[in-house]
């Protein structure tokens, strides 16, 4: 089972994957790392680990969907059978994910539906929200918007703060991501048309 990664930034989430791949938990093989910053951390990790990577510069096509295009023929000749965003923090054009619907999910850190979108911690808190969480969802094209297939929750503390939140969130995340793609690598998820998640929790 082949998969392609997609991050923005420091690639914690991609490290997770790796090392649960390393550990023997996750049986994958990283055909991709793709990332539209030069300067991810998550490319020096993709490096490291001997996976292929590029990057695509937004200010080198005229429009998002030149983009978007561009950004999915890449995944597509990469040969991948699922994509996961891991911080990726663009919007991506509709048309251009379509043929992807179903196989490419994406780490959200909130409890989904709640909180799409930036500054989900913040929020949370100013909500005054008991709890908070991360949501691993597929993706479609509207925006933190597709089917919900696992969250952590985790519960907000008394001065707790963004980047307390974040952190204590974060370590959630990185188990989160690898064991819903581990399911989804078993063949035992998947997306049902329109918008649900079947489930087969037998062994
Ligand atoms: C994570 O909080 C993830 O939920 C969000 O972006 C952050 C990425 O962190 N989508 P990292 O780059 O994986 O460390």
Not at 10 to 37: C, H, M, T, W, Y
Not at 38 to 43: E, S
Not at 117 to 137: I, K, M, P, Y
Request: hydrophobic share 45%.
């Amino acid at each position: 089972f082949r998969i392609a990664v997609l991050a923005s930034g420091r690639g914690s989430n991609l490290q997770a994957l790796i090392a649960a791949r390393d550990a023997g938990e996750l049986p994958v093989e990283f055909v991709a790392v793709g990332s539209d910053k030069a300067n991810a951390g998550a490319l020096d990790l993709a490096k490291t680990a001997g996976i292929p990577f590029f990057v695509l510069n937004p200010r080198d096509f005229a429009t998002r969907r030149d983009y978007d295009f561009e950004l999915f023929a890449r995944l597509d000749a990469s040969g991948a059978d699922l994509l996961a965003l891991a911080g990726f923090m663009r919007i991506i054009d509709g048309d251009a994910l379509k043929p992807w619907v179903g196989r490419m999910i994406n780490i959200h850190p909130s409890l989904l539906p709640k909180y799409r979108g930036l500054h989900t911690h913040r929020r949370a808190l100013e909500a005054g929200d008991a709890e908070h969480g991360a949501s691993v969802h597929y993706v479609t094209a509207e925006l933190d918007g597709g089917p919900v297939i696992a969250q952590a929750v985790i519960d907000i503390r008394a001065g707790d703060d963004e980047l307390s939140l974040a952190q204590r969130l974060l370590a959630k995340e990185h188990r989160l991501l690898p064991a819903v793609t581990r399911l989804i690598a078993d063949s035992r998820l998947r997306l049902t048309a329109p918008d649900g998640v079947e489930f087969d929790g037998q062994q």
